[in-house]
């Protein structure tokens, strides 16, 4: 093998006998699910429909495309695992260099793209439905990284502080009429005492079993939301929430609101892009804040924990605090980014905190690469802003018939893309760590120093 | 005779219900290397652990630095300038070698960390050349010398090394011997170090301990243990060269 092993021959023969049985299984499995329908006639008698051709229509999707994994993906992957890994080529980090200012104007500079290019009518859709989401997602994504990504803590749960900064925000704001811009920093300093709270008891837990008693958390914050009706009225949820202001100029048509105060004429738009520079402000202060810990001795001591528990004792840091300290600063982001959730969308309900949203925001982390800043934004604009804009896709009703919803294949393409990016990029999108501090001036060793010594 | 720097008085460690130090009685004095030598599983790793208050010695005590540790979290422990470089070297792989350097000195008084760092690199001119590489990276010699570096990094009184040899060409052994006497020499730092390779430890060392089964059986300056039989059977036959 020492000469360069040439990439194996595809075996035809055992490629043709795959994709048949993968087709036979395919055939055994959808024979009930499409290839019967019942259906009720006028009489509301029951009648069997045969679909033959969608049916093998499936069939002989997923034999070609076994077909086409043996002949072409497979090859593909074998001979990257063969060749050494390549050191990154001079051009990627001139593009590293230039693609972070370029995303930061791009982001600043969206609400006017939008503008431009949509219109003023149909802009709100894509500032809120697409721009707001999206940075939403980026940075419950960035809070996620702390505790997943740089301190290695597995939470499944963290979508409970979340749901700690929403309802805070709400109720505090529709009880005693306290401004959003009181209420955010309190909300933050809420979620983070949850945060605290959560970790006590799971101090002297790792991985899996870390996991399960975060997802347990997630659970029991959502089911005390439903059940305790007296404070956060259950299923039916908080409604009319007051929404941020303009520095206490609302965003309405009446005489004081912010259109009339600044001479122009009344639209939603103003507050959608207010909305808009609002998260995406939050979003930057959470990376910046993270970027800045990570040069600390605590984001320093975080990464240690990641890698060794017990090394990071020996050397005198105190893990307990650590630990709690990285819960905490996870949480209260969560808790920003939950207020801001509920001042955004004027209602609130337990169904916006389930464990999807958990496993969501913990996709994107590890989508992203874990403890990539970089990687995790990309990873929520791919797997959020490519679920929205599934909804955009009208096109796909000339294709698939008028009764063709494409948000219904959401989750669908979801799962598809996740497992394409795994066996793309098994370590996630980003992997190379940045290191949090490097030696500025290079020391000339004298080349004596460097040999082995001889006693 | 001053008081030891560190003192081990009747110490029993407990895995569980079974007792891996069984009454562990040991002194390591100011300036003093001192090396504990014993076969696989006697409990050397486990006393060292155990001084580190990790895990806690069920019974007896330890003392530092005229303070007792004996129920000390590991990490105020270390913060009074006792550093380990602990068995399976334990280093940040995905961590630079700077940063992990960084580390070492959490302790540290910040003010020193340039002059600490410059010490450590003349002493290990390797890991000056592999400064930014990742430490899971380094080849087994370099972790090790990672480890004992970072444990540097903290001003240490004491130094606790185990198995600093393990698993290294006898040329890197080398190194590393003769950086410990170094450190002694001109740092005047204090050095508790658990070997295998018998031989090299007790000619390094002032004074050695011999553990068998989580006691502490012979004890003596490194000449003296050095020129006993049982331990010329039992630990030196073949080791010589
Ligand atoms: N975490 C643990 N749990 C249970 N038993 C342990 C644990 N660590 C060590 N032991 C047991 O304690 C005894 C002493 O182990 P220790 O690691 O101290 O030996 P050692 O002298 O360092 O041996 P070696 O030279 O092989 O490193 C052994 O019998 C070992 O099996
Ligand atoms: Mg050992």
Redesign the pocket.
């Known amino acids: 093998m020492a000469s360069g092993a040439p990439a194996k021959r595809v075996d035809a023969v055992r490629a043709l006998r795959d994709a048949g049985v993968t087709a036979l299984l395919t055939f055994g499995l959808f024979l009930p699910l499409i290839g019967f329908q019942t259906v009720t006639d006028v009489r509301n008698d029951l009648i069997l429909n045969t679909r033959w051709p969608l049916l093998f229509a499936v069939v002989a999707l997923v034999g070609f495309s076994r077909l086409a994994y043996s002949f072409a993906i497979e090859p593909w992957l074998q001979n990257r695992a063969l060749k050494p890994a390549v050191e990154p080529a001079a051009w990627r980090g001139k593009v590293a260099r230039w693609i972070i200012p370029f995303a930061i104007g791009f982001v600043v500079a969206y609400p006017a793209i939008v503008l431009a290019t949509a219109g003023f009518g149909r802009a709100v859709k894509w500032i809120d439905n697409f721009g707001i989401q999206v940075l939403i997602y980026v940075m419950l994504g960035w809070g996620l990284n702390i505790v997943v990504g740089l301190a290695g803590l597995l939470d499944l749960g963290y979508v409970a502080f979340y749901a700690v900064g929403a309802y805070s925000y709400a109720l505090l704001a529709k009880t005693f009429g306290f401004s959003f811009w009181i209420l955010l920093p309190l909300a933050g300093t809420l979620a983070s005492f949850w945060g605290i709270l959560l970790g006590f008891p799971v101090l002297r837990l790792r991985g899996d079993y870390l996991a399960i008693v975060t997802l347990a958390f997630g659970e029991i914050i959502r089911i005390v939301l439903i059940n305790w009706v007296d404070l956060t009225n259950g299923y039916a949820g908080i409604t009319s929430i007051p929404r941020p202001t303009f520095f206490g100029i609302p965003f309405n048509a009446d005489d004081d609101g912010f259109a009339a105060v600044f001479g122009l004429e009344y639209s939603p738009i103003y507050r959608t892009i207010f909305l808009y520079y609002l998260i995406l402000a939050l979003a930057f202060l959470t990376a910046f804040v993270t970027m800045r810990l990570r040069r600390l001795p605590v984001g320093r001591a975080w990464e240690a924990l990641r890698e060794d528990e017990i090394a990071c004792r020996s050397l005198g840091i105190n893990t307990t605090n650590t630990k709690l300290t990285a819960f905490a600063m996870g949480a209260m982001f969560a808790g920003f980014a939950g207020s801001f959730f509920a001042a955004r969308q004027g209602f609130i309900s337990p169904d916006s905190f389930t464990f999807l949203e958990s496993a969501t925001i913990l996709s994107i982390v590890v989508l992203g690469g874990m403890g990539s800043q970089i990687g995790v934004a990309i990873a929520a604009v791919v797997m959020i802003g490519g679920t929205e804009i599934m909804r955009e896709l009208d096109f796909l009703k000339l294709v698939f018939g008028s009764t063709f919803d494409p948000t219904q294949y959401r989750m669908l393409l979801f799962g598809l893309a996740m497992v394409l990016i795994m066996i793309w990029r098994p370590r996630g999108l980003i992997t190379t760590r940045q290191p949090s501090v490097v030696l500025k001036e290079r020391k000339a060793i004298a080349s004596d120093l460097v040999k082995e010594g001889h006693g | 005779m001053t008081t030891p720097l560190l003192t081990v008085r009747s110490v029993k460690t407990f895995?569980?219900r079974?007792m891996?130090?069984k009454g562990v009685d040991l002194d390591v004095n100011e300036g003093e290397i001192v090396t504990l030598i014993?076969?696989?599983?006697?409990?050397?790793?486990?006393?060292?652990?155990t001084v580190c208050g990790n895990?806690r010695a069920r019974e007896g005590m330890i003392d530092f630095a005229g303070q007792n540790i004996t129920r000390m979290p590991t990490h105020e422990i270390a913060r009074l300038k006792l550093a380990q470089s602990p068995?399976g070297r334990r280093i940040f792989s995905r961590m630079t070698v700077l940063e992990n350097l960084q580390m070492g000195a959490t302790t540290a008084d910040p003010s020193h960390f340039k002059r600490d760092l410059d010490r450590v690199l003349t002493l290990f001119p390797r890991l000056q050349q592999r400064i930014s590489q990742r430490g899971g990276t380094l080849s087994g010699g370099e972790q090790q010398m990672l480890a004992i570096a970072r444990a540097l990094m903290a001003q240490p009184r004491l130094l606790l090394l185990?198995?600093p040899s393990l698993g290294l060409a006898p040329l890197v052994v080398r190194q590393i011997f003769d950086a410990i006497k170094t450190l002694n020499a001109e740092d005047g730092l204090t050095v508790f170090l658990?070997e295998?390779n018998a031989y090299h430890a007790l000619k390094l060392a002032h004074r050695g301990y011999v553990?068998v089964n989580?006691f502490i059986t012979m004890s003596g300056t490194g000449h003296e243990l050095l020129e006993r039989p049982e331990i010329k059977s039992a630990y030196l036959e073949g080791g010589r060269h």
Do not use: I
């Open positions: 895995y569980g079974v891996a130090l014993g076969a696989n599983g006697a409990g050397k790793s486990t006393l060292m652990m895990p068995e185990d198995e658990v295998q553990m989580g």
